[in-house]
Nanobody, 123 residues
Framework: QMQLVESGGGSVQAGDSLKLTCTSASEYFKSYTAGWFRQAPGKERSFLGAITWKGDSTFYEDSVKGRFTISRDNAANKVYLQLDNLQLEDTATYYC????????????????WGQGTQVTVAS
């Protein structure tokens, strides 16, 4: 069982930035595609983006392209989500997930999930 832990969430003002971190103690994490999802109250969990295990390719949901950036440091077993120019509608719980195959936007493809970190954006 591979555990993932998200950190870096918080309460910010509109226009601010945050950097979320997903950390795993498992040496196998570096072999997995990593994805980021979010879930706002009353809404379904939605895909934000993913990064290949090598970190050589990233994929984003259209609405966050140019504002959110995914990167990873396999030596540290960490994946990052940089959130820029945050807006009120970005308020949600953010989750990282791991998937052994090629990047997917379908949450059902991801076997391992973190517990989530809350991001709250105020005006």
């Amino acid at each position: 069982q591979m555990q993932l832990v998200e950190s870096g969430g918080g309460s910010v003002q509109a226009g601010d930035s945050l950097k979320l971190t997903c950390t795993s103690a498992s040496e196998y994490f570096k072999s997995y595609t990593a994805g980021w999802f979010r879930q706002a109250p009353g809404k379904e969990r939605s895909f934000l983006g993913a990064i290949t295990w090598k970190g050589d390719s990233t994929f984003y949901e259209d609405s966050v392209k140019g504002r959110f950036t995914i990167s990873r440091d396999n030596a540290a077993n960490k994946v990052y989500l940089q959130l820029d120019n945050l807006q009120l509608e970005d308020t949600a719980t953010y989750y990282c997930a791991a998937h052994i195959g090629t990047p997917s936007l379908d949450a059902r493809d991801y076997r391992y999930w973190g517990q989530g970190t809350q991001v709250t954006v105020a005006s």
